[in-house]
């Protein structure tokens, strides 16, 4: 979708947001999948709601792209912008055993700040790609941490009032890859109260989750992470290598050899492609189960509901 209003297109300097036209998404994620429409990237948050107001009052859908690692997007001429959160300059801010974190700022970067400066528990996010707002809106984590255990305090955007309200940490549900934001809710920044420990012993603990995924996880290819969620007392990847489908692919869109819930673009791949890999893997984990596997993958497609 192409800003063409004059109206907009006027407002949005005095709003410290840059237009940027015609960016194609499979520049901007992780798959390398996605169509072309405009981005408005917002330097200063405190602009959002009045930007969020200028683009609804004009009939401007809108989503809010992170750091695209968790994204599927359909192909083509998108029928929405997008919003993106300029990455700040240093990002983290501490005080004694908090840091204040402003969520456009890079997940890895964060905690590798905070590690340097004897502040722990963020470990297990060592490695996952994306921004810190990317992270609190799926609770990311890994080997056996989320994101959430460790928030106080989020500034977030909230669709209901429209408006910019502090959270308490213990407001919000965190569970698995899921919390209880709602779909137009953007979050700007975040404090987190993290664990005092030398700098030399969380090292260590990265270094064994940095091992842990290289050994594991193909790295250097086009994927989006999982791409199902694990049911329950259940492994996703271990159920779809169970039934022999490391390798099988749908065009350029294939089922990782090296983990079994990892599906990479291996070229080409459309969103197309991408979605009859991971229908035709439901569908035999389905037949052989009896589980019906759930989306972790954000898949933004017309066709489809998706968060925003
Ligand atoms: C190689 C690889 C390994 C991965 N490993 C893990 C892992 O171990 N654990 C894990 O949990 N995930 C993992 N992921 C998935 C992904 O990195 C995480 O989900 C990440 O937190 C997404 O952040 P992002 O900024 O890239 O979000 P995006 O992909 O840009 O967006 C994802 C969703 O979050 C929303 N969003 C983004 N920023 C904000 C914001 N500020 N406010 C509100 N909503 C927002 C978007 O609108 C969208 O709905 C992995 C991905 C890759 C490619």
New binding site residues.
């Given amino acids: 979708m192409r800003i063409e209003n004059p109206q907009i297109a006027s407002a949005l300097p005095e709003m410290g947001v840059e237009l940027h036209s015609g960016v194609a998404l499979a520049t901007l994620t ?1 798959l390398r999948i996605g169509g072309t429409t405009d981005l408005l990237l917002v330097r200063d948050h405190k602009h959002l709601p009045q930007l969020i107001r200028l683009l609804d009052g004009h009939g401007v859908p809108h ?9 599927l997007v359909q192909d083509g001429e998108l029928p929405w912008v997008c919003l993106q ?1 300029a990455a700040p300059g240093e990002g983290v801010r501490l005080e004694g055993n908090k840091a204040y974190v402003d ?1 456009a700022a890079d ?1 890895g970067h964060t905690v590798t700040f905070c590690a340097k400066r004897d502040l722990g528990g963020m470990e297990g996010l060592i ?5 810190v ?6 609770n ?3 080997y056996g941490m989320q994101i959430g255990a460790y928030v106080r305090e989020i500034d977030v955007y909230r669709e209901a009032t429209r408006s910019i309200e502090t959270l308490r940490g213990a407001e919000i549900r965190f569970e698995y ?1 899921h919390t209880s934001f709602a779909p137009g ?3 700007l920044a975040v404090r987190l109260e993290l664990i005092s420990k030398p700098y030399a012993e969380i090292l260590q603990g990265i270094r064994i989750c940095n091992e842990k995924r290289r050994s594991s ?1 193909p ?1 250097n290819q086009r ?4 791409i199902f969620k694990n049911p329950p007392g259940l492994s996703t990847g271990r159920m779809i290598d169970g039934l022999g489908l490391k390798g099988f692919r749908v065009g350029d869109a294939m089922v990782s050899d090296r983990h079994a819930n990892f599906f990479i673009n291996t070229g080409r791949a459309t969103c197309a492609d991408m979605l009859a890999l991971m229908a035709e893997v439901r569908e035999r984990v389905r037949a052989a189960h009896g589980v019906e596997l759930e989306e972790e993958v ?1 898949v933004w497609n017309d066709e489809r509901k ?3």
Wanted: glycine content about 24%.
């Fill in positions: 992780s989503r809010l792209l992170g750091g695209g690692s968790n994204l959160l969520c997940l490695g996952v790609p994306g921004t707002g990317g992270a609190l809106r799926m990311a984590g890994a890859r809710d953007i979050m996880q790295l994927s989006a992470g999982c954000i998706g968060h925003m």
